[in-house]
């Protein structure tokens, strides 16, 4: 039948494409979510102004494309790894044994973490990192003495915050998000409302004391949210007293339904954040493989363009979007053109 | 024996077909209220119905219209060509940042006169990135403008384009960095002037995905090709392989339990949920074979596991729907055992093979659950594939994963585009329904 002869020679050039396909002619680049629509605006306007082809996009968190990245090198692996933290020591071991032992790492900028809540809610406008450690911590402070946390109400232990319930949407733990919750808010809490000192004099060890500051209660009182903030922002819409946790560019793009809080009096903005100021963000980073240098056309002109001032700087399109840019730019800038890797 | 002892022929005999008895009409009622059941069930799948396509409509339709700001544009020589000597290689070397005063110069020239209190450079906040771009395409392409002033008709920005379709409002945007209430002012009088307009969006259904700053610009398009490739792939196999299968099993093979354990697990395969055949895919496809992530290929290979069970329960059910007489008569007269299937059974049972085909491959077009396991999913759709190779091998998006990504995004102007997208695939999905009953009503026959 020709339509068998047609289906099995169909299949003969799907094979044959396939194996010809090795020679790559776009930058390939995986990772954090987070960073995804950082690197998506680079990668458009890369495409848009150089004649090599848009570089490839995709998200599935830092630690999946870290995996992905230190899978080996050549054409079948990605180039270009993104991630809300910094590569892991162990990671950097797992790609040297892959045989990925040049990389490059390169911060882009910082990311700020922001509370807000429904904009017709309680008014949660001003918010410190003991507040919040008095409300979600499973043990608190009271009255000198270390208890489990009696606090259902927002005003049980500071009189200047609204007499409302206690409901708050967190990132579930597979984000990076959470940890730089754990350790800039609820540790920071943990240390200035005294129940650090309190679990020393307890009789735990200044290590088991450190990791039982980070704990947070999980009865209803916090939500895990292990989406992304499309998720939360849909649970501050059904839940007015709630308060949640989202990136300052998503806050930003959303003002129309979300108000902020502050932290420790501090208005989280692109300017207090690059001044340090606001006290809860973290570097950005993306790693690129030094071996695919030469190899896969473009990798290094799209490193330099993503960092360079018109993009990454303090007036370009990241900023606008809610990046906030890296006052140490032009030495990664240098970092890149001289293809320095990391030294272990 | 006494008179009494005989008993009267009674007038009236016991039970009467005419009168009702209390167990009629209680199986009456019970009746009555099954009916009752019914149409109170159709009315609520009804209700829902009807929500749901008036939700998706409501939602979705402003996604088919965009605002559009029509510009004379002067390609000012000093700016984009400093030697003059017309050098193509120079006149690349001038990015879509060199071309923003341009546009803002063409901005401050449209709105002059027009009472407004935003300066200068804070106009082109207006327009869509994207404007630049388009406009240094141009230039690219037509050197020799250089010099001349040229009529654009370039994108708005997404939060103008929602006040005008009602979605952003003076209020929200009083706390917005992107824009602000003195802008819609100016749009107000320049709509009125007729540089800005909203047009019937070809864009959204012929683009490609853009970055999350120009929603504006983002189409389905590219995706649509994604699943074109994908179905193409799906067909291609599963069409010959379940078929084939099904009359081998109906027609040929012999009854043992080696083809009862065949039957079964094919049963078995067709309710197995759809994420395991993404694992599957994700090990076989991509771990093991080592074809490129994000591809159609795999994501077809992917589906046709998905859709195969499918098709080859629907052949054989047709195929046994072919009455034996026509079986009987074919080798009365002298036929092969393959000349009377494939003369005569199969021409006979094809409408109801291509029907399950069809509804198999809707099926898999608005799949996404696999989909996610082999990176078809959180991937910018951004690149048109550049032949048919390409269109198999290189990394694409899925209709459906397209929704999704657009749905998870932080501008709401995306939201408006998952909607729209929605109208899109069910479209699509109606589309192969309306061929597959068509297609059954003209070839049926019956007996």
Not at chain 1, 23 to 48: H, K, M, W
């Amino acid at each position: 039948m020709s339509f068998m002869k047609l289906t099995a020679s169909s299949l003969a050039i799907a094979a044959v494409s396939a194996t010809s396909a090795a020679a790559r002619d776009n930058v390939q680049v995986a990772g954090s979510s987070t960073v995804l629509p950082y690197a998506s605006i680079v990668a458009e306007a890369f495409g848009e102004n150089f004649d090599f082809p848009t570089p490839v996009v995709e998200s599935g968190g830092s630690s999946a494309g870290l995996k992905r990245f230190c899978e080996g090198v050549g054409e079948n692996t990605i180039d270009i790894a993104n991630a809300s933290r910094a590569i892991r020591e162990k990671e950097i071991v797992a790609c040297a044994e892959a045989g990925v032992t040049d990389i490059i790492e390169v911060r882009i900028g910082y990311d700020g973490i922001v509370f807000a809540s429904q904009i017709d809610g309680p008014e949660y406008t001003a918010f410190t990192q003991s507040d919040l450690f008095n409300a979600l911590a499973p043990k608190v402070m009271v009255d000198g003495e270390l208890v489990d946390n009696p606090h259902t109400k927002w005003s049980d232990f500071n009189a200047d915050l609204p007499d409302a319930e206690i409901l708050a949407f967190i990132p579930g733990t597979k984000h990076g998000t959470r940890e730089v919750f754990e350790e800039n808010v609820i540790a920071v809490g943990c240390e200035e409302t005294g129940a650090h000192d309190a679990m020393i004099a307890g009789g735990m060890s200044e290590d088991e004391a450190e990791d039982a500051c980070l704990a947070v209660i999980g009865d209803g009182r916090s939500v895990d949210i292990d989406g992304d903030y499309t998720e939360t922002l849909a649970r501050i819409d059904a839940n007015s007293n709630g308060i949640g946790v989202f990136g300052l560019a998503f806050y930003e793009n959303n003002t129309d339904k979300l108000k902020v809080a502050t932290m420790a009096g501090v208005e989280p903005s692109t300017e207090s954040i690059s001044t340090g100021e606001y006290p809860v963000s973290r570097p950005l980073f993306f790693y690129i493989k030094a071996a695919h240098i030469g190899v896969i056309p473009g990798l290094k002109e799209f490193a330099e363009f993503f960092v360079a001032d018109e993009i990454a700087g303090p007036d370009g399109p990241l900023a606008e979007y809610g990046l906030v840019s890296d006052p140490a730019l032009a030495d990664t800038q240098m970092m890149i053109s001289d293809e320095q890797t990391m030294t272990n | 024996m006494t008179d009494t002892t005989v008993t009267p022929v009674s007038a009236k005999p016991a039970k009467s077909i005419l009168e009702i008895d209390a167990r009629t009409k209680k199986r009456n009622a019970a009746e009555k209220r099954f009916k009752a059941y019914g149409i109170a069930a159709i009315c609520v799948g009804l209700f829902f119905l009807v929500a749901l396509l008036w939700a998706i409509i409501q939602n979705g339709t402003p996604a088919f219209t965009q605002t559009y700001v029509t510009l004379d544009v002067e390609l000012l020589e000093e700016k984009l060509d400093k030697t003059g000597e017309r050098d193509i290689e120079a006149i690349k070397k001038v990015s879509t940042f060199g071309y923003k005063p341009l546009i803002q110069n063409a901005l401050v020239d449209a709105t002059e006169g027009m009472e407004t209190e935003i300066e200068d450079k804070n106009l082109a906040k207006l327009l869509s990135d994207s404007a630049a771009a388009q406009i240094r395409d141009y230039v690219i392409a037509n050197p020799d403008q250089i010099g001349e002033t040229v009529e654009f008709t370039v994108l708005a920005s997404s939060r103008v384009d929602g006040y005008l379709k009602g979605r952003v409002t003076r209020e929200d945007l009083a706390r917005d960095k992107n824009l602000s209430p003195d802008h819609l002012d100016l749009i107000d009088q320049m709509v009125e002037d007729g540089s800005v307009e909203r047009i019937f969006n070809w864009a959204f259904i012929t683009g490609a995905d853009a970055s999350e700053k120009r929603p504006e610009s983002a189409g389905i398009g590219v995706s649509m090709i994604g699943s074109f490739f994908m179905m193409l792939v799906v067909l291609i196999l599963a069409l010959p392989i379940g078929v084939a299968a099904s009359i081998y099993l109906e027609e040929f093979a012999p009854q043992n339990r080696f083809t009862d354990l065949i039957e079964v697990n094919i049963s078995n395969l067709a309710a197995v949920p759809s994420i395991v055949f993404g694992i599957l895919g994700l090990a076989v496809f991509i771990q093991f074979a080592h074809l490129p992530q994000s591809a159609p290929i795999v994501g077809g290979l992917t589906l046709t596991l998905m859709t195969l069970p499918t098709i080859v329960i629907s052949t054989r059910a047709s195929l046994k729907a072919v009455p034996p007489s026509i079986r009987d008569a074919a080798l009365g007269v002298g036929a092969s055992k393959m000349q009377t299937v494939f003369h005569h059974v199969l021409p006979l049972a094809m409408p109801g093979i291509l029907t399950g085909t069809i509804i198999g491959l809707a099926q898999a077009l608005g799949e996404t659950a696999p989909l996610l396991l082999i990176g078809m999913v959180g991937f910018i759709a951004s690149n048109y594939p550049e032949g048919v190779a390409s269109g198999f091998l290189d990394p694409n998006s899925a209709m459906p994963a397209q929704i999704y990504e657009w749905a998870k995004r932080a501008d709401p102007a995306y939201y408006e585009r998952a909607w729209g997208g929605i109208i899109v695939l069910l479209v699509f999905l109606l589309t192969m329904n309306i061929i597959a009953i068509i297609l059954r009503r003209r070839f049926e026959r019956r007996w």
